[in-house]
């Protein structure tokens, strides 16, 4: 990391346990003003996230795409990114952010683990397709993240009437409305994640020769693509709604995520960023060392 990346780092992951702990606070004790006070916090923390992120790229010179870390960083950014714009549009969803918050923070910390070091992009990765295959990824992500709070919020106002969670929670959109909403997040992300699984495939003819190898991302990735087409099955050609669906968003994430960090604990899957860079003679796992300053004469 360079010096303005590694403070910027620091300060989103501040901002965000900010945003976090006001969030709950303002659920739990009824606070409006704690749950705006928490989106100003992950506002600004945003801000900063995006600073992190443009850091990157100048100490780099490249996009930030070329690592797990980078990957994740810029997830978090999207993620972040998706909810507050729709809390822009409806100020009432902010108890979102209990889910949102420390989900970012949690994506935040596993991009700590995997190295944040200075990388290289070499020529299987220089590739227009991967752009527009993370591209998507990265919108399919944020909507599916951005449904998923929807569900929890949806939940959490089912279970409010005649309970004292009711008084919290009476500033919320209706159910239908909180329905509808998470409706049009999946359907927006399944169309993004359709994009990025053919993108993809166009890519793996271009690097391995072959469309589709069911390597285990591509495996989890086209289940969680199902699983989100069932959703939408369910909800306009069966015409589910409620509780069930909102427990189904939050359900097809779990799948998501998996796909994107649960294959890489298990390793075997060739969609490994470390396993795709060129190795050039002296560097460990592709990832170039530091750049350091000449020794004074």
Request: aromatic share 12%; with cysteine; proline share 5%.
């Amino acid at each position: 990391m360079s010096p303005v990346e590694y403070a910027a780092f620091w300060i989103t992951v501040f901002a965000y346990m900010l945003g976090t702990a006001l969030a709950l606070c303002g659920l739990v004790f009824a606070r409006a003003r704690l749950l705006r006070a928490a989106g100003l916090a992950c506002g600004g923390g945003l801000v900063v996230h995006l600073v992190t992120v443009g850091a990157r790229i100048a100490y780099t010179g490249h996009l930030p795409v070329a690592s797990r870390y980078e990957n994740v960083l810029m997830g978090a950014a999207v993620v972040m990114l998706f909810s507050l714009v729709t809390l822009l549009r409806r100020r009432s969803l902010a108890p979102m952010l209990v889910f949102v918050a420390p989900f970012a923070l949690l994506m935040l910390g596993y991009a700590l683990l995997e190295q944040p070091r200075f990388t290289t992009m070499s020529l299987v990765l220089d590739n227009l397709w991967m752009f527009v295959h993370i591209f998507f990824a990265w919108l399919a992500y944020g909507a599916y993240s951005v449904a998923a709070a929807l569900g929890v919020v949806y939940l959490m106002r089912s279970r409010a009437s005649g309970s004292g969670l009711a008084a919290r929670l009476q500033g919320l959109p209706p159910p239908q409305v909180l329905d509808d909403l998470m409706f049009r997040a999946i359907l927006f992300g399944f169309v993004g994640h359709v994009v990025m699984i053919s993108t993809g495939a166009i890519w793996a003819r271009d690097l391995w020769g072959s469309y589709w190898t069911w390597d285990p991302v591509e495996t989890w990735s086209l289940l969680s693509g199902l699983l989100y087409g069932l959703w939408i099955h369910l909800r306009v050609g069966l015409g589910w709604r409620g509780r069930r669906m909102a427990w189904l968003s939050i359900a097809a994430l779990l799948t998501v995520i998996f796909a994107f960090w649960g294959t890489n604990l298990f390793g075997g899957t060739s969609h490994s960023l470390d396993d795709l860079r060129l190795k050039a003679p002296g560097e460990e796992a592709g990832l170039a060392p530091e750049p350091s300053l000449p020794e004074p004469r």
